[in-house]
């Protein structure tokens, strides 16, 4: 009986890409949008629900008590502060949570094993994070809408500073996920880094009213610039330098995409 030769098998050879993998980043980062998306009552609605309270709070509580900052009724000077502080949060938990999941879950592989490189890694996910973070900060825009007016000064103060605090905040989540590795160490970075930032960066009072060292102090504070440009935007006035403002978040940007893609090409704490 003649047998017919039997070829051997050949493992399937690696798609070779040139230039950007647009079909895996395009993948990975619809991948960080739905999974947001398909939580919107947890990921949206909680967030707005939350910036209504503290409208509620320092808004209509106080109604009367508080007197209008530099000619600004008090309600739309905070207003621009409760949406950027929404941006900050949201943009920050999405890109942590999702890393530090898949790490605590093993499904880490699941990223490193597709063609992508360090630079689609980081690209997908902090811009998945920012997606969540503007459109979280887009809908508290207009949740606060019926309790104060808010006038459009400067349009592209609003489009830079908030896109690039939804950025930043973004790399500062893939940084803590990639570092964390368990929940107790993302609380630490959310309770002591992260919240005490925003509250101290004049989110809901004037910076110039701090006594000293203090007002020095929310100067060095990098999201005192995000607040203060965002809010210029919208009422026209700057308690600090746009000059420096709008440096300092381009350089913020710049070094957290940096580090970001140090720790994804270096496999910090995600392969052995």
Request: charged share 10%; net charge positive; aromatic share 14%.
């Amino acid at each position: 009986m003649k047998h017919e030769p039997v070829e051997a098998a050949v493992p399937p050879v690696p798609r070779d890409y040139h230039g950007i993998n647009w079909a895996g980043f395009r993948t990975l980062y619809m991948r960080e949008v739905r999974r947001f998306w398909k939580v919107g009552g947890q990921t949206l609605a909680a967030p707005v629900v939350t910036a209504l309270l503290y409208m509620m709070v320092f808004v209509v509580a106080a109604q009367g008590a508080r007197p209008p900052v530099h000619g600004t009724p008090f309600s739309t000077f905070v207003a621009p502060g409760l949406i950027m502080m929404s941006i900050l949060n949201n943009a920050f938990a999405n890109s942590s949570s999702s890393l530090l999941q898949s790490k605590m879950n093993g499904l880490m592989g699941d990223f490193l094993t597709p063609p992508l490189t360090p630079m689609e890694h980081v690209a997908a996910f902090s811009l998945g994070g920012a997606t969540r973070g503007v459109l979280v900060g887009a809908v508290t825009w207009m949740a606060v809408l019926p309790f104060t007016r808010l006038p459009i000064a400067h349009p592209w103060a609003i489009l830079y500073f908030g896109g690039g605090a939804a950025l930043i905040l973004s790399l500062l989540g893939i940084m803590a996920g990639l570092w964390s590795e368990k929940f107790d160490h993302m609380a630490v970075v959310t309770n002591f880094i992260v919240m005490p930032m925003t509250f101290l960066s004049g989110t809901f009072y004037l910076v110039e009213r701090l006594p000293e060292p203090f007002r020095t102090a929310s100067h060095y504070n990098p999201f005192f610039y995000l607040i203060d440009g965002f809010r210029y935007g919208f009422i026209g006035h700057a308690e600090g330098s746009l000059v420096a403002g709008v440096g300092m978040t381009a350089g913020l940007m710049v070094f957290c995409a940096c580090v970001s893609l140090w720790m994804f090409e270096t496999g910090y704490k995600i392969k052995t």
